[in-house]
Nanobody
């Protein structure tokens, strides 16, 4: 059974940076695509970024393009989300997700397993 554990969340002032990590265990990390989603209070979970199994292809939602970057270290079974120039609108619980194919997608239902989430709060 694959498990995902997110870390790196916290409270930061607007304009600051955070780096989220998601450590995977129990599966073949090198063959799975990974994604990050977020859910603000009272809102639906939304796509943020995704990366293919080999790291060669990434997708990022337009609202964070140029500020957020997704990457992965297959040797360490970890995927990262570097978040710069944070805004109060970025406040949400951030979830890591994986799917049992190499191809990254933006679609919530394409993902097979999820982490518990990590809170990111951006103060103005």
């Amino acid at each position: 059974q694959v498990q995902l554990v997110e870390s790196g969340g916290g409270t930061v002032q607007a304009g600051g940076s955070l780096r989220l990590s998601c450590a995977a265990s129990g599966g073949s990390f090198r063959t799975v695509a990974m994604g990050w989603f977020r859910q603000a209070a009272g809102e639906n979970r939304e796509f943020v970024a995704a990366i293919s199994s080999d790291g060669g292809r990434t997708h990022v939602v337009d609202s964070v393009k140029g500020r957020f970057a997704i990457s992965r270290d297959n040797a360490k079974h970890t995927v990262f989300l570097q978040m710069n120039s944070l805004k109060p609108d970025d406040t949400a619980v951030y979830y890591c997700a994986g799917r049992f194919t190499p191809v990254a997608t933006r679609v919530f239902d394409d993902y097979d397993y999820w982490g518990q989430g990590t809170q990111v709060t951006v103060s103005s």
